[in-house]
């Protein structure tokens, strides 16, 4: 019982060596690195200075980054973004979406399908055909509809 105490007393020390070697941390250093964006690209900005600003994206330096709102450009340090989204689709929700609801739908028809005479409606065979068909009809319907959806993504921090 006693062998214990000096092994905990030394895991202590070890742990708190390691903690230390690692230096101090701040907000700076953990941080995320900006995001590299594309031009023509629309994100939305917030900075203290200027509140929340959209637009479309015409550069992107080392240290700043320069939108415009439509009537002219505005340089934005990248040190005075607080967050940063940017404007993409929805078509991967929207599959995924239509391709669940068209394949219970597709299970639903294969095993509503009677032929009259036999009293097991559905196949197991068949309902997995329909809902496999459903699925790949439904995920693809689905892109289409979400790809006209847009949505803001936050990309910083």
């Known amino acids: ?21 690692q230096g101090p941390t701040d907000s700076i250093s953990r941080q995320p690195p900006f995001p590299t964006l594309t031009d023509s690209q629309w994100v939305r900005l917030a900075t203290p200075e200027l509140g929340r600003t959209e637009g479309r994206l015409l550069t992107q330096g080392h240290s700043d980054v320069v939108i415009t709102d439509g009537s002219r450009p505005v340089h934005v340090p990248m040190a005075a973004v607080d967050t ?28 509503s399908s009677s032929t009259g005479l036999e009293e097991n409606t559905g196949s197991a065979r068949s309902v997995a055909s329909l809902a496999t068909i459903g699925a790949i009809a439904g995920s693809l319907i689905g892109a289409v509809v979400g790809h006209a959806i847009p949505r803001w993504q936050r990309r910083y921090p």
């Open 84 to 111: 940063l989204w940017t404007r993409g689709r929805s078509s991967g929700t929207g599959a995924l979406v239509g391709a669940i609801l068209f394949a219970g739908l597709g299970a639903v028809l294969a095993t």
């Open 1 to 21: 019982m006693h062998t214990i105490t000096p092994i905990v007393v030394l895991l202590t020390i070890a742990a708190s060596a390691t903690s230390l070697a």
